[in-house]
């Protein structure tokens, strides 16, 4: 008996998942700073109105189509209409789920072996979903200067023969780092430059600080690149139980008309968003605004305190973030960014990521700005006491 290499992951517990799981045992004390499940962050969701979305007759009667129901993607029409964007409902594709939607992407694009170039640093979770679709993963930089930027010449030099997609997550998760027009500008002219498709993930976008003109809003309309423009209720709507996601297809009309024929068949293999959910989408987009609002709320307050702790730390900085789910915090690289994780967690009872995680570089550690907000306080207090105490 065997089992695929694609699968022969590491699955051994590293030294920070042990210490936690020893301090859960033991009964002590722990401010968890990961926290990035809406559901588990003490925010208020309109119980009836959710519930209710879920009970509608309609739901006894399947209809499957592989783009999912019309109603739900004229739903998400709507929604975007709320962003002076016009789509066309037959470009809209439900999904499962964001990492649903990478999946069908990369089998729509690459054979076995053929890469997508992908941010570093980045969330975890594409090395994963390329994995699994036998895809390999390339890397662009995104530096750190006063803000985060796209390194442009790194996208140039990560192309080769075999590259078939440049992907763009905006805002990225975990810097907060929202696409540029100059930047998204540059990316179509590479794109098109190497005949390569777009992949935009924007299931952060509801969750930035403050305006800024500079940014683009959505890539769903793009009329020129193909493009694949990802995203869903899970974030945008606080609600990932819920599993619903989508990708909008734009782009010239030729390759349009045949990525949306190959999706067809891809997505009617699975046909995996459930009708309940569905139905309830036109609802959800609505209750979603009040909770994407109370997140924002939330990362808005937890951000500022996070501020003003690490102000009055000389050897600890935040990098700069314009927005999402997360803050990046930079300590002296006296230790490893595991070494200070560890000792943390040992000696203040705080967990937090270490930058490792996301790929980012040594000395840095992250913290989830969606922890409830008196833990999010007092994890911080004691993780900026033990800086000052042992440095
Ligand atoms: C940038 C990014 N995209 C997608 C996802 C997954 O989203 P979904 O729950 O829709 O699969 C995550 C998960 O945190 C993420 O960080």
Not at 179 to 199: G, P, Q, T
Request: glycine letters at 6%; a neutral charge.
């Amino acid at each position: 008996m065997s089992f695929s290499s694609r699968t022969s992951w590491p699955r051994q517990r590293n030294r920070l998942a042990k210490l936690l799981e020893e301090r859960q045992r033991q009964g002590k004390p722990i401010f968890d700073l990961t926290i990035s499940n809406p559901t588990e962050c003490s925010l208020a969701y309109p119980q009836k109105e959710i519930l209710s979305a879920l009970s509608d007759p309609a739901v006894l009667r399947y209809s499957p189509d592989p783009r999912g129901l019309l109603s739900a993607r004229e739903a998400v029409v709507k929604y975007y209409q709320t962003k002076n964007v016009e789509l066309d409902s037959s470009n809209i594709f439900l999904t499962a789920s964001t990492s649903e939607a990478y999946s069908y992407i990369f089998k729509l694009l690459c054979n076995s072996g053929e890469h997508v170039l992908v941010p570093r640093p980045s969330y975890p979770l594409f090395e994963y979903l390329a994995q699994i679709n036998d895809v390999a993963l390339q890397h662009y930089r995104l530096s750190y200067d006063h803000g985060w930027h796209i390194d442009k010449n790194s996208i140039r030099e990560g192309i080769t023969e075999s590259t078939r997609a440049i992907m763009l997550i905006h805002p990225h998760n975990p810097t907060g780092m929202f696409l540029k027009k100059s930047e998204y500008a540059e990316a179509k002219a590479i794109a098109r430059d190497h005949n390569l498709a777009l992949i935009v993930d924007e299931v952060f976008s509801e969750y930035g600080f403050s305006e800024d003109a500079g940014r683009i809003v959505t890539t769903a309309a793009s009329p020129d690149v193909l493009t694949f423009t990802l995203s869903g209720i899970s974030k945008m709507a606080g609600l990932p139980q819920m599993k619903l996601g989508w990708m909008i297809v734009s782009g010239e009309q030729r390759l349009l008309r045949e990525a949306n024929e190959r999706l067809d068949i891809l997505c009617d293999t699975f046909l995996s968003v459930n009708t309940p959910v569905q139905f309830a989408l036109p609802k959800f987009l609505r209750t979603g605004k009040g909770i994407s609002e109370n997140i924002l709320a939330r990362i808005r307050k937890n951000w500022r305190v996070l501020q003003l702790a690490v102000r009055n730390v000389p050897s600890c900085s935040l990098l700069d973030c314009e927005g999402g789910w997360y803050g990046i915090v930079r300590l002296p690289r006296v230790n490893t960014d595991e070494e200070w994780a560890l000792q943390f967690l040992e000696e203040a009872g705080v967990y937090v990521y270490p930058g490792y995680f996301f790929d980012l570089e040594e000395g840095m550690l992250v913290v989830s700005l969606l922890v409830e907000e008196e833990i999010f306080r007092r994890g911080v207090s004691r993780l900026v006491e033990h800086v000052s105490r042992v440095l």
